[in-house]
Every structure is written in structure tokens, then in C-alpha cells.
């Protein structure tokens, strides 16, 4: 069993390394690098599906590996659609050009190496996926009835998340003010949040004492949260809204927590 686990680990190591390297070649030609995103989320679907669907001793895939196929696809076209739209409408992500920005004449090469640490630090996400799949036991329990509602809870929350802010900055009266309504009254990152909240289900799915792999499925909440919280998420799209909405968004910050939902502190001023 064991050099069938670290057999599909090299492949979707190889699958999302050369996957990245072609959301560079995108990102270079088009000077977008909104599109980087796009291909991360559709790569980590496809590469997730292709784990998740990988034959257990040359059986036809069970219930439960065709229901992780289906948590890990709906993930990725929920999101990989709504970054492709979001891309498809700016000359490009002001987080990745800042980027560009800092490396200067060397910023083809580092963000090739971005990309590929990128593509590195989605392993445990395909193999948290991977080992779901194939817990031993081919009849569905009521954990994978919760994992399947709490991944599709996390889809839902984002989804929220999204149309209120793209329905706020919609309303020309909104312009230049942070938005303020909804889940982000609760949480200045929901969608963050409600990303990283899809990604307990493969956790709620496999951990089980008598499934020594499944721990390894506690990688994929613990990386996201790290990736979003300290890294591509949070830190850059704060900078961003400090610099473009000034002592509005520090009195957002001052009463709004920066990740989990909770409720809203004293408002003090208007944002």
C-alpha cells in the first residue's frame, strides 16, 4: 500500500508542476496574472478528480471515491469560473504586480519559481483528496454524508461572500468606501474564510484509528489556512485596501475580525 501512495504522490507532484509551469507561459503572453489563479484552481481540480479516481487494487471506483470526485470538481468550477470571469475583466491581479513590481528585471524567473512553489505546496491538497478516497471501507458513513455537507457549506458561504462584495462595489454610491455588509460585517476575509472551511471535509471523511494515512489529510486545512492567512491571501489584499482606502479600512480593521466570523467590535467611524 505504501508504494502505491508514494506512486501517486510523485504523479500529482509531476501533474501540478507542469500544469504551473503552463499558468506562466499564460501569465507571461497575456500579462495577466490574474489567469495564474484560474489555472491553479481548474489544475487542482483536475489533478484532485484524477487522485480521487485512482484505481484501488484494479477495482471500478467506489461510492465513495466517485463522491470525492464530486466534492473536489464542484470546488473547482464554483471557483475556477468565478476567478475566470474576475480575470477576464482587469489588466491584472494587483497582488501578482506587486510582486512583479519588487522583483524588477527578475521577475520572469522568480515568478516562474513562485509558481512552482505553488504547484509544490498543492500536494498536500490533491493527497489530503487522494487518501479520502480511498478510506477502507466501500460503504458511505455518515462522516462522508458531513464532509460533503460541510465542503458544500464552505462553497455556498464563498459564493455569499462574493456576490455581496461584486453587489456593493456594483452601486456607484459605494465607490472609494470598504464594504461593510453581510458576511464581511463579520469577517474582513469571508471568502478566505469559507475556502478554508471546504477544505475540512476530506479530514471529517478519512481520519480514522484504523486509517494510519488519514492524518495526512490534516495538511490540506492546516496549508490553506497558512497560504491564506499568512501568505497570498490576507497580507497582500490588506496592503492593497490600506493604500487605496486609507484610515476607512483601518477603522474596518479595528472593528472587524481578519479571518474567522465574528461579531462586528464598537464601529467608531464610518467606513
Known amino acids: ?5 508514494l506512486q501517486a504522490l510523485l504523479a500529482m507532484a509531476v501533474a501540478l508542476s507542469v500544469l504551473m509551469a503552463l499558468a506562466w507561459v499564460v501569465q507571461q503572453r497575456s500579462g495577466n496574472s490574474g ?3 484560474t489555472i491553479w484552481t481548474f489544475s487542482l481540480g483536475l489533478v484532485g478528480a484524477a487522485a480521487a479516481l485512482w484505481p484501488i487494487a484494479d477495482h471500478q471506483p467506489n461510492a465513495r471515491q466517485w463522491l470525492v470526485t464530486a466534492l473536489v ?8 469560473l468565478h476567478i475566470a ?4 475583466g482587469i ?9 512583479a513590481q519588487e522583483w524588477g528585471a527578475a521577475s520572469r524567473r522568480k515568478m516562474f519559481v513562485f509558481l512552482q512553489n505553488q504547484a509544490l505546496g498543492s500536494i498536500p491538497l490533491v493527497f489530503a483528496i487522494f487518501v479520502a478516497s480511498r478510506f477502507p471501507s466501500e460503504v458511505l458513513r455518515w462522516q462522508d454524508y458531513l464532509g460533503a455537507l460541510i465542503l458544500f457549506a464552505g462553497i ?6 462574493d456576490r455581496q462584495l461584486k453587489t456593493f462595489r456594483a452601486d456607484p ?4 468606501r470598504v464594504c461593510d455588509i453581510g458576511l464581511w460585517r463579520w469577517s474582513r476575509h469571508p471568502n478566505y474564510f469559507f475556502e478554508w472551511f471546504g477544505w475540512l471535509a476530506y479530514p471529517v471523511i478519512a481520519l480514522s484509528s484504523g486509517y494510519p494515512w488519514s492524518l495526512a489529510t ?11 492567512r499568512h501568505v497570498t491571501g490576507v497580507p497582500p489584499l490588506e496592503d492593497q485596501m490600506l493604500k487605496s482606502r486609507g484610515d476607512r479600512y483601518r477603522d474596518y480593521q479595528a472593528r472587524t475580525s481578519v479571518f474567522f466570523p465574528l461579531p462586528p467590535r464598537n464601529r467608531g467611524a464610518a467606513a
Open 73 to 80: 470538481v464542484a470546488w473547482s468550477l464554483r471557483l475556477g
Open 218 to 228: 490534516l495538511l490540506a486545512p492546516l496549508f490553506m489556512y497558512w497560504i491564506l
Open 156 to 161: 455556498a458561504g464563498e459564493a455569499l461572500a
Open 35 to 37: 489567469w495564474v489563479d
Open 85 to 88: 470571469v474576475r480575470s477576464a
Open 1 to 5: 500500500m505504501t508504494i502505491v501512495y
Open 91 to 99: 489588466a491584472d491581479d494587483p497582488r501578482y504586480a506587486a510582486f
Open 173 to 176: 454610491a459605494n465607490k472609494g
